[in-house]
Every structure is written in structure tokens, then in C-alpha cells.
T-cell receptor
Framework: DAGVIQSPRHEVTEMGQEVTLRCKPISGHDYLFWYRQTMMRGLELLIYFNNNVPIDDSGMPEDRFSAKMPNASFSTLKIQPSEPRDSAVYFC?????????????FGPGTRLTVT | QKEVEQNSGPLSVPEGAIASLNCTYSDRGSQSFFWYRQYSGKSPELIMFIYSNGDKEDGRFTAQLNKASQYVSLLIRDSQPSDSATYLCAVNPRFYNTDKLIFGTGTRLQVFP
């Protein structure tokens, strides 16, 4: 299995520009998670989907952030407009079980720098 | 109070020693607990999970859970320089009846030769 795939691996953009991050979960996994990691705040859950439906978006920082999962094999996280404080590593993770706990498989991450 | 708390470290131990990493959580109803390892510049990877009170061993790793004290730990025996990484504790907060994990900010472990 190829694992969770994310693109791009690095993104440098100017403040005010739109940024789109992409994720392909592991085939057969029905949960998909978007995280943001910074030195100050650690790993924060932004949103997660189950069977392509958003379940909890309480971690999305503000309306500038949006996420979609049009099908079981693809998800996007969009930031519009981007700001310097959005600079972080964004991880996508997927898993195949729910309930009391389960293993999440993380992608390699996208390092976003907003100047 | 943070939901999952860890000492940020760094925790420095000599090669061959036992490294002890600790984590406390606030939700008494939490049911499952995970330890992820993250090398610098890499993504987190699961190394242990535990559901029941007591110890769970896997090779050089032992996870310990004490639900009464809301405390989970990870012991690494015979520590190696390759164990140097950040260790993230994660908790599934059953109280919220969700499938998400709450992560601590991690403890950085340094194993020196």
C-alpha cells in the first residue's frame, strides 16, 4: 500500500493568496483527518470526515479555512486568504475503525510558509 | 487545564538506559490511549496503544495505564540513539462520543551514546 499521500510537500505563498492542500487516504479507510502542527500549539485536529461526510469541524480556526471530501479517495483543505500565522505543517491521516480508538496513519505532511 | 499534558523535555538518557515518558489526561471517561513517535521533519507513527489498566509490552516498549490517576506512560528499555525523537501521547475522549484523538504537545527524547 502506498500509504497516505499528500501534495504538495512544500508550499510557499504570499499573504492573501489561496492555498489548496490535497490528500489521498489509504484505500479502504473510511475516516480522514486534517491536522495542523506548530511548535507552539503542537498537533491540532482541524476537521475529520467519516465516509466522506464532515463529522467535526470545531478545530477549523476560522472561515478562511474550508475542507471537502468529494469521494473516498480525495480530500482538500483550502485556505483563502492565507495569512503568515497559517504557516505550519499540515498533516492528513486516515483510519479504518471507530468507536473506542484506532490507529491513524499519517501522510508525510505539507509544510506551508506564508510570507 | 490542557486535555492531554506532557512534559516537553528534552529528556536526555544514556544509551542502554530506560527512558520513561509520562502523560496525564483530564477526561476521566477516556477509553483508549496511544503513543506516537515523530522523528524530526517526519510524520507521527503509532508505536503502542493501550485500553486496559496495567502494563502492555511490545519489544523494548512498555505502555502503562492507570485510569484512576488518569496517567499513562511509555517505558523504553535499552534506549538507542535511534530512539531519539518526539513522543506524542494521544487520547480518545469517549465522553465526547467522537472518533477523534486529542494529542499532547509531545516529549522530546534524546539518547546519547
Amino acid at each position: 500500500d502506498a500509504g497516505v499521500i499528500q501534495s504538495p510537500r512544500h508550499e510557499v505563498t504570499e499573504m492573501g493568496q489561496e492555498v489548496t492542500l490535497r490528500c489521498k487516504p489509504i484505500s479502504g479507510h473510511d475516516y480522514l483527518f486534517w491536522y495542523r502542527q506548530t511548535m507552539m500549539r503542537g498537533l491540532e485536529l482541524l476537521i475529520y470526515f467519516n465516509n466522506n461526510v464532515p463529522i467535526d469541524d470545531s478545530g477549523m480556526p476560522e472561515d478562511r479555512f474550508s475542507a471537502k471530501m468529494p469521494n473516498a479517495s480525495f480530500s482538500t483543505l483550502k485556505i483563502q486568504p492565507s495569512e503568515p500565522r497559517d504557516s505550519a505543517v499540515y498533516f492528513c491521516a486516515s483510519s479504518s475503525t471507530g468507536g473506542n480508538g484506532y490507529e491513524q496513519y499519517f501522510g508525510p505532511g505539507t509544510r506551508l510558509t506564508v510570507t | 487545564q490542557k486535555e492531554v499534558e506532557q512534559n516537553s523535555g528534552p529528556l536526555s538518557v544514556p544509551e542502554g538506559a530506560i527512558a520513561s515518558l509520562n502523560c496525564t489526561y483530564s477526561d476521566r471517561g477516556s477509553q483508549s490511549f496511544f503513543w506516537y513517535r515523530q522523528y524530526s521533519g517526519k510524520s507521527p507513527e503509532l508505536i503502542m496503544f493501550i485500553y486496559s489498566n496495567g502494563d502492555k509490552e511490545d519489544g523494548r516498549f512498555t505502555a502503562q495505564l492507570n485510569k484512576a490517576s488518569q496517567y499513562v506512560s511509555l517505558l523504553i528499555r535499552d534506549s538507542q540513539p535511534s530512539d531519539s525523537a518526539t513522543y506524542l501521547c494521544a487520547v480518545n475522549p469517549r465522553f465526547y462520543n467522537t472518533d477523534k484523538l486529542i494529542f499532547g504537545t509531545g516529549t522530546r527524547l534524546q539518547v546519547f551514546p
